[in-house]
């Protein structure tokens, strides 16, 4: 069974500055999806940044990028120029691509809060 | 994309009463999921619902306490039966599209809160 962790219950930065979110999963296979989610206080579950596990290059979207490191089983994010619409909390997610219904196991979530 | 809307988006309800929870998909998808988000906790996948079948569901999950329909390829229903304090969640609808990039869509879930 596949595991997701994320380390950091909660994370402070000030606005403009960069901060990193860090999430390491366990799996036996070797293709598969890693996501980022923001939940801000709406609920809404929204999606940040997607990576498949063949590619190597390191996803972006726009202030938002990933550090994967498909080895070390580790799926980083990376906000840089932070906002205060980025407060919310952060979740990691996996998807096994064996798995053809599509679900998705989350981590334990990261909040991340901006200071003026 | 899809956008998914869920009614109700909060109640409070009485121990021992059930409630159902809509969700409506703008768009035919095909696998939809049922996820439980206890307070400030992560999310937790309740079940599987496939257009047409028996929906399928996760260890410590049970069709008499959470049934699901999936009628057709828009819309999911799941109740919260017998209701008990310890079922105060947030409870997120999902839906992964036929054009599969990964990623699972969400509606904005549902709030509810068991005296």
């Known amino acids: 069974a596949q595991t997701v962790t994320q380390s950091q219950p909660e994370m402070s930065v000030q606005e403009a500055e960069t901060v990193t979110l860090s999430c390491t999963y366990d799996t036996s296979e070797s293709d598969y999806y890693l996501f980022w989610y923001k939940q801000p206080p709406s609920r809404q579950m929204i999606l940040v940044i997607r990576q498949e596990a063949y590619k190597q290059q390191n996803a972006t979207e726009n202030r938002f990028s990933v550090n994967f490191q498909k080895a070390a089983k580790s799926f980083s994010l990376k906000i840089s120029d932070s906002q205060l619409g980025d407060a919310a909390m952060y979740f990691c997610?996996?998807?096994?691509?064996?798995?053809?219904?599509?679900?998705?196991?989350f981590g334990a979530g990261t909040q991340v809060v901006v200071t003026p | 994309s899809a956008v998914i809307s869920q009614k109700p988006s909060r109640d409070i309800c009485q121990r021992g009463t059930s409630l159902t929870i809509q969700c409506q998909v703008d768009?035919?998808?095909?696998?939809m999921f049922w996820y439980r988000q206890q307070p400030g906790q992560s999310l937790t996948l309740i079940a599987t619902?496939?257009?047409?079948?028996?929906?399928?569901?996760e260890s410590g999950f049970v069709i008499d306490k959470f049934p699901i329909s999936r009628p057709n390829l828009t819309f999911s229903t799941l109740t919260v039966s017998n209701m008990s304090p310890e079922d105060s969640s947030i409870y997120l609808c999902?839906?992964?599209?036929?054009?599969?990039?990964?990623?699972?869509?969400f509606g904005e879930g549902s709030r509810l809160t068991v005296l």
């Open positions: 999902s839906a992964r599209t036929g054009l599969d990039t990964g990623e699972l869509f």
């Open positions: 619902a496939n257009q047409g079948s028996e929906a399928t569901y």
């Open positions: 768009s035919q998808v095909t696998m």
């Open positions: 997610a996996y998807r096994s691509a064996r798995d053809s219904w599509g679900k998705l196991q």
